[in-house]
């Protein structure tokens, strides 16, 4: 809202219409509070974005800083500083702590608030934002994405304009919400309901067998999360977990650790596009579910960038829908986990030596000799320096029986390692 400088009005009465209208444009400007375009006249933006992990990352400044990388999520409503480090760069000043609630089997996570703070990104600005710096850099996102990650955004960037998110360009439009007109040639609408921050989509049928018929669910868009699909078996009598399924850590929420299961759907759509086999990750109640208290009932799961990707999505909060256009390519890829029973973590001031986290007991992996801690040198006659932890998760989830031989570096000596990769779900 702006304010009213009356004073002002009346000192400079006697001045020209056009020194009013330049001290008009500067007390607009200096009074903007959130997202808009930077441009006068400006209707649309483009901001070009990279996939890591399945999830959106945009280049972003705040205040006069280098440029630093933000996680897209819908469902964020804050402006989360994740590596606390940049709040000590920055040179942020904190006026309250405060504590933070989300997935994870951990009570909660301490953070910091800093006001007042100017955002930009592509032809978008924002001002006096609030800045909520955690004191911890629990996610370690950058070690599981491999490029640094400052932080996570997004509700208010969706609430404030149309955004479309192209994953065949990797490109994002957003476009001013109040001349926005959907047609048809951009895809199939569907009702979109945001409920505390978060949109969620009814559209949604799934049959966990085959014989059995759909059952609709109501679930989140969350572009936040990497996996395809999260569902909770927690007290909604529909989903259950399927007949066969793997534990797994299922990765980190701003509380900690996910743990839970992964199995197969048998059959899932969304609209009129139907897929099959799709994985999903079913959590346990003490990481998910009961950390949403009384709307837990009505957070079924969530759709991630797995299964995101597969299309050309339009977001428009205000009116209340969503847009799909399948990406042909990526629509007819299957889903799959990783084959290997291994996780790989980035390392290094650039995150470019990538190191054994953790091997799954009787894995393919574990067979073949690979221990935790050993850091990987030559993947398939690559080395190191001419892959990123994306092609070799890629490689690693690609297609049972390929063919992996590593060259790993343990206690200083280099060590061979020989597998074939086997789908385990």
């Known amino acids: 809202m702006l304010k009213k400088y009356s004073f002002l009005l009346v000192f400079f009465f006697c001045l020209i219409a056009g020194m009013n209208d330049l001290h008009a444009q500067k007390r607009i400007k200096k009074d903007k509070f959130g997202f808009y375009f930077k441009g006068k006249h400006q209707t649309v933006s483009k901001i070009k974005f990279e996939l890591y992990s399945n999830l959106i990352v945009v280049k972003v400044k705040i205040n006069n800083s280098d440029t630093l990388n933000f996680i897209l999520d819908t469902g964020v409503s804050s402006f989360i500083i994740t590596d606390p480090t940049l709040g000590e760069k920055l040179g942020l000043n ?48 950058s070690e599981y994405m491999g490029v640094p990650i400052h932080g996570i955004f997004g509700h208010d960037l969706f609430d404030r304009f149309v ?38 989509i009814e559209a949604i049928e799934m049959a966990q067998n085959t014989d059995k018929e759909f059952t609709k669910l109501r679930l989140v868009i969350d572009t936040g ?16 977990l399927p007949d066969k399924v793997i534990r797994a850590n299922l990765g980190k929420g701003l509380n900690g650790d996910i743990n839970g299961h992964i199995g197969r759907i048998e059959r899932f759509k969304i609209g009129k596009y139907e897929f099959k086999d799709v ?147």
């Open 279 to 425: 994985l999903a990750s079913f959590p346990d109640s003490l990481s998910f579910s009961l950390k949403f208290g009384e709307t837990s009932d009505i957070r079924q799961g969530s759709i991630g960038g797995e299964f995101l990707r597969r299309f050309v999505i339009t977001f428009n909060y205000r009116e209340g829908y969503l847009v799909l256009k399948p990406l042909k390519i990526n629509k007819r890829e299957t889903f799959e986990h990783d084959m290997s029973g291994m996780e790989v973590r980035a390392k290094g001031a650039n995150y470019d030596d990538f190191f054994i986290s953790f091997v799954t007991p009787n894995s393919q992996a574990e067979k073949a000799g690979i221990k935790e801690g050993d850091q990987i040198i030559f993947m398939n006659n690559k080395h190191y320096k001419e892959l990123n932890i994306n092609d070799i998760y890629k490689k690693l989830s690609s297609k049972e029986g390929t063919e992996i031989e590593l060259f790993v570096r343990r206690n200083g000596e280099l060590k061979f390692c020989y597998f074939k990769l086997k789908r385990i779900i």
């Open 94 to 141: 904190f006026t309250r702590q405060v504590r933070i609630n989300g997935a994870g089997e951990n009570a909660y996570i301490n953070a910091n608030v800093s006001i007042g703070h100017e955002i930009s990104l592509g032809g978008i600005r924002a001002e006096k934002q609030n800045l909520v710096v955690l004191e911890s850099d629990i996610l370690k996102l």
């Open 163 to 200: 955004v479309k998110i192209d994953f065949g360009s990797k490109e994002i439009r957003l476009y001013d919400s109040k001349k926005y007109k959907y047609k048809k040639s951009k895809g199939e609408m569907y009702p979109l309901v945001v409920t505390q921050s978060k949109p969620y």
């Open 225 to 240: 999360a990497g996996h395809a699909l999260m569902l909770n078996t927690q007290d909604t009598p529909p989903i259950h």
